[in-house]
């Protein structure tokens, strides 16, 4: 006498009271092709690359805001002139507005500037900390022709990392005779642009696996305009049963001006006893950080095959089936032979014809989930 322990299955029977749909295709195209021709000719559309003045300071001492002025040294700025002055040299004297700044624009800032007699360099800088040192961000300007007329110097584009206070300086470069000399300053201007918005797709929208030959596959997210860098999640939508069971959302990290794909590997589990079902899974990009938006490919399908050899006696419950109310339907599915060596038993018992038959028909009055237990028969010799 032998026994083994059974092998368990499931079919699912959905309800379905209304087999009819509608689609309004033609519509939906129409109005979708209106939505982008009135898009480009909303007002301030095409101007929307277009330099904005956020900060300026003309020193009158009216109605500017003096608080951003963080850094003149010696003897400061004076109101009433109309001017600041500031002693530069290349070590520590340096000139310096404070802004708040953000990754999603980009930036330049100018001053007017005179020295007090020739011979002088002037270089900006972008910093994080209120010091003479930073990221040059312009050539170096001589300060000439004539040296006390005041000449328009502006910085050149520039980004910044992350959101945050930066410091928009300028100091004496090097080169300078002497080193080191008073400046004066006037008619500051910071402006900005807004840089085009990071946009991500998966790079496939569908790919098709079989198990047990394909144990995982490769899942990539492409982006466009790596403006600045962002964070970005890959969730599975719906049931994850049975080859992603162990899935778990992946967070994915884009820097600045990179625009490698970034991929992580999507393992596959076995089906444990569901041969030749065909699974499919939804990935999904979610929760998107600072400002970045979706592409085309938002959702990935993810078709696996269960090419496991069926052995004799097809012991499982079948695909799920969908019929309408007062309808039956067979499930599971007709043993290779009379006598193939395994017994069944189906739970629940209710509006089913046989718990026993490896083919019954059931006929159930709402959604149900018949389970197919299947073992060897045990047979006295």
């Known amino acids: 006498m032998t026994s083994n322990h059974p092998k368990q299955t499931s079919a699912r029977l959905l309800l379905n009271s209304n087999s009819f749909g509608f689609s309004g295709g033609g519509n ?26 956020i900060k300026t300071e003309d020193f009158s001492g009216a109605t500017n805001d003096f608080s951003q002025i963080v850094h003149f040294t010696q003897s400061g700025f004076s109101a009433a002139g109309g001017q600041a002055r500031s002693y530069l040299n290349s070590i520590s004297q340096y000139a310096a507005f404070s802004a708040e700044l ?34 040059n961000v312009s050539d170096v300007f001589s300060l000439t022709a004539p040296f006390n007329a005041f000449s328009n110097k502006v910085s050149n584009v520039f980004t910044v990392p992350s959101a945050g206070q930066y410091y928009l300086i300028a100091a004496a470069s090097e080169g300078s005779s002497p080193s080191f000399f008073y400046a004066y300053f ?29 144990e995982s596959a490769e899942v990539c997210v492409q982006i466009t305009n790596p403006t600045f860098a962002f964070t970005a999640e890959v969730a599975l939508t719906g049931s994850a049963d049975p080859h992603l069971s162990s899935f778990t959302t992946q967070t994915l990290s884009f820097l600045a001006g990179d625009p490698t794909p970034q991929c992580f590997t999507l393992q596959l589990e076995p089906a444990n006893g569901q041969p030749d079902l065909n699974h499919t899974y939804t990935l999904e990009l979610q929760n998107l950080t600072g400002g970045a938006t979706l592409g085309e490919a938002t959702a990935m399908t993810v078709t696996v095959t269960d090419d496991e050899e069926l052995p004799a006696g097809c012991p499982w419950a079948g695909e799920d089936k969908t019929i309408c109310e007062g309808e039956c339907v067979y499930i599971g599915c007709l043993p290779l032979s009379e006598d193939n060596g395994l017994c069944y038993r189906w739970f629940p018992d209710q509006n089913i ?8 028909e059931v006929c159930p009055d709402t959604t149900t989930t018949y389970i197919s237990s299947t073992s060897p028969t045990t047979r006295v010799i």
């Open 186 to 214: 006037d008619h500051f201007k910071l402006e900005r642009r807004a840089l085009p918005v990071p946009e991500l797709s998966f790079e496939v929208s569908e790919i098709n696996l079989s198990e047990p030959n394909n």
């Open 102 to 135: 953000d990754p999603a624009y980009e930036y330049r800032f100018s001053w007017d500037i005179r020295a007090s007699s020739s011979g002088k360099k002037v270089i900006f800088r972008r910093g994080t900390a209120n010091t003479w040192t930073g990221t």
């Open 353 to 360: 014809s046989s718990t026993y038959s490896p083919y019954p």
């Open 28 to 53: 939906s195209l129409i109005i979708n092709f209106l939505f982008i021709i009135v898009a480009f000719l909303l007002p301030g559309f095409a101007q929307s690359q277009n330099w904005e003045t």
